[in-house]
Nanobody, 115 residues
Framework: QVQLSESGGGLVQPGGSLRLSCAGS????????MSWYRQAPGKEREFIAT???????NYADSVKGRFSIYRDNVKSTVYLQMNSLKPEDTGVYYC?????????WGQGTQVTVSS
């Protein structure tokens, strides 16, 4: 069956870095657009970054210049490199795979930015 497994979250101080990973299985990973979303406490889930099957990328304005999304189709994994983290980056980060009408979500990984 389809699985998306996120990892790499944790507690980090402001200004620090983290790299999130999302490993996919059970679907043709290389053909899917892969994205990261986050949900802060009490807020709606919001778009963070996306990478297409052709490796085109797009970012939310709030993370441009600080976050980088990239994929390794051999490992069926998408990454989110997060630098210069701010307290407002705190939330649960979700991986999403999408192709045509097919869409899958991971279970999420918690990122907390605090001193």
């Amino acid at each position: 069956q389809v699985q998306l497994s996120e990892s790499g979250g944790g507690l980090v101080q402001p200004g620090g870095s983290l790299r999130l990973s999302c490993a996919g299985s059970g679907f043709p990973f290389s053909t899917y657009t892969m994205s990261w979303y986050r949900q802060a406490p009490g807020k709606e889930r919001e778009f963070i970054a996306t990478v297409s099957s052709t490796k085109n990328t797009n970012y939310a304005d709030s993370v441009k210049g600080r976050f980088s999304i990239y994929r390794d189709n051999v490992k069926s994994t998408v990454y989110l490199q997060m630098n210069s983290l701010k307290p407002e980056d705190t939330g649960v980060y979700y991986c999403r795979a999408q192709w045509s009408l097919y869409m899958y979500w991971g279970q999420g990984t918690q990122v907390t930015v605090s001193s």
